[in-house]
Nanobody, 112 residues
Framework: QVQLVESGGGLVQPGGSLKLSCRAS????????MMWFRQAPGKERELVAQ????????QYRDSVKGRFTISRDNPKNTLYLQMDSLKPEDTAVYYC?????WGQGTSVIVSS
C-alpha cells in the first residue's frame, strides 16, 4: 500500500520559516521525480517545486525561488521543503506528489 504522509505545517508569522516533510512508503521512492504542490483557498493546485530522483536537479515556481528549497533523503524515503521568508500569499495546503501518488496535505498559514 502506497502512502505519502506530510508533516511540518502550521501557523507562522510573515518572514518566518517552516520545514515540511513527506514520508513515503510502499513504492520505489528513489525511482521518481518528487514534487510539492500547494492549493490556496479558492484557487487551483499549483506546482511549487520539483526534484529529480537523486536530487541532482531542482525546479521552482518563480514566486518561491530563493526562498524555498526542495530536498530528499532517499535512504529515509523522505522529501523535504524548507520554506524561508514566508509571505501571507504562501498560505495554502501543501501536498507532496510522486507519480500518481499524493499525500493528504499539510496546512501552512502565514499570518501576523
Amino acid at each position: 500500500q502506497v502512502q505519502l504522509v506530510e508533516s511540518g505545517g502550521g501557523l507562522v508569522q510573515p518572514g518566518g520559516s517552516l520545514k515540511l516533510s513527506c514520508r513515503a512508503s510502499g513504492f520505489t521512492f528513489s525511482g521518481w521525480d518528487m514534487m510539492w504542490f500547494r492549493q490556496a483557498p479558492g484557487k487551483e493546485r499549483e506546482l511549487v517545486a520539483q526534484i529529480s530522483p537523486y536530487g541532482s536537479s531542482t525546479q521552482y515556481r518563480d514566486s518561491v525561488k530563493g526562498r524555498f528549497t526542495i530536498s530528499r533523503d532517499n535512504p529515509k524515503n523522505t522529501l523535504y521543503l524548507q520554506m524561508d521568508s514566508l509571505k501571507p500569499e504562501d498560505t495554502a495546503v501543501y501536498y507532496c506528489n510522486g507519480g500518481i501518488y499524493w499525500g493528504q496535505g499539510t496546512s501552512v498559514i502565514v499570518s501576523s
